[in-house]
């Protein structure tokens, strides 16, 4: 992964687009009576769904596979805490906003420490 900062700004900016949009649609999407595995199993659906689509906007201005594994990570991540926490009451459709864009920032995170660690970073 690039460590200049127009792509980590990238990369920043399409997970957290990407999270905050797949947990705003898995909000509405997933009542608040299912269970819990259902839940998270329908987020995730949506996550891999809807990511693809969102991912392809940036892939332009930033490369397709720096946007690619964070981004189908983060609509993965982001629609199954999504749908576990509507699933549970815990959040309304609105907070899942949060929840997503929350998601997206760890994935972006996580993946950037998981190429520092394996050496994957170039300058």
């Not at 690039?2 to 687009?17: H, K, N, P, W």
């Not at 689509?53 to 805490?81: D, H, R």
């Not at 509507?86 to 420490?113: D, I, M, S």
Request: aromatic share 8%; proline share 4%.
């Amino acid at each position: 992964m690039e460590t200049r900062a127009y792509f980590v700004v990238g990369d920043l900016l399409s997970t957290c687009v990407i999270g905050t949009a797949v947990g705003g649609v898995t909000g509405l999407a997933v009542p608040a009576g299912w269970s819990m595995p259902m839940g998270m199993m329908a987020g995730m659906l949506l996550g891999m769904v809807l990511a693809l689509p969102l991912s392809l906007v940036f892939m332009p201005a930033f490369g397709a596979m720096e946007i690619m594994l964070p981004g189908m990570l983060a609509g993965m991540v982001s629609g199954m805490a999504s749908g576990m926490a509507v699933a549970a009451g815990a959040v309304n459709g609105l907070e899942t906003l949060a929840v997503g864009a929350g998601c997206g920032l760890l994935v972006f995170v996580y993946t950037y420490a998981l190429n520092a660690r394996f050496g994957g970073l170039r300058r």
